[in-house]
């Protein structure tokens, strides 16, 4: 069974910090992971998307990578902002299923001034 | 763009009563899935349907009923309410299926409570 895992838990940094975001998965047969943004009392906007076959993607200030061997992909965000305030979801697509993706349990950013 | 609708966003119900959450979009995609979030906890996929007329479970539906007449509604049922199942609920639409390069779209939630 697929488990998803998301260290820390909680995290908070001054504005202007780069920091890193970690998303670790058990089972590598992976078709995709994504990584999401969570906003208090609202739903989920996708971020970035990754295929099983590439390494990055890049989206602004902010750029996620995978590495499907060792189970693990990372959200970089650079020069972070008070709106970068949020929780950061990851979640994975396994291979050989039509619709389901598996969710981590998030990471809580604040961004303070 | 309306996307993604869900009502009520807010419910407070009594263990054994029913009641029916609702979501609708106006993007005319065929997948649709409902999740639940609790406190901590990442998403969990309760149903999903691929098109008016077809559903399939996800990893946790019991307790829940669903139906899919038309491609733009998807209601959730909860027959017997249970304080198990007071969590956050997520309804999302996506075309094509969920992990191609297309995003899937979130309405905002409906928190229920049962007491």
């Known amino acids: 069974k697929q488990e998803v895992t998301q260290i820390p838990a909680a995290l908070s940094v001054p504005e202007g910090e780069n920091l890193v975001l970690n998303c670790s998965f058990t089972?590598?047969?992976?078709?995709?992971l994504q990584w999401f943004r969570q906003d208090p009392g609202k739903g989920l906007t996708s971020l970035l998307l990754?295929?099983?076959?590439?390494r990055e993607q890049t989206s602004g200030r902010l750029n996620a990578s995978l590495d499907k061997s060792s189970g693990r992909s990372t959200l970089y965000i650079a020069a972070s902002q008070p709106g970068d305030s949020a929780t950061y979801l990851c979640?994975?697509?396994?291979?050989?299923?039509?619709?389901?993706?598996?969710f981590g349990t998030g990471t809580r950013l604040q961004v303070t001034l | 763009n309306a996307g993604v609708t869900q009502t009520p966003k807010f419910r407070i119900l009594k263990i054994g009563q029913s009641m029916t959450l609702q979501c609708t979009q106006d993007?005319?995609?065929?997948?649709m899935y409902w999740y639940r979030q609790d406190p901590g906890m990442g998403l969990k996929l309760i149903y999903y349907?691929?098109?008016?007329?077809?559903?399939d479970k996800g990893e946790v539906p019991n307790g829940y009923n669903v139906s899919r007449s038309t491609t733009e509604d998807f209601p959730l049922r909860l027959e017997l309410a249970a304080p198990s199942q007071t969590s956050v609920y997520f309804c999302?639409?996506?075309?094509?299926?969920?992990?191609?390069?297309?995003?899937?779209?979130f309405g905002d939630g409906t928190r229920l409570s049962i007491l």
């Open positions: 990754i295929q099983s076959s590439q």
């Open positions: 089972d590598s047969a992976i078709y995709n």
């Open positions: 979640a994975v697509k396994p291979t050989g299923t039509a619709s389901k993706l598996t």
């Open positions: 999302a639409s996506s075309y094509p299926p969920v992990g191609s390069n297309q995003p899937q779209h």
């Open positions: 993007m005319n995609h065929n997948y």
């Open positions: 349907s691929v098109g008016a007329g077809i559903t």
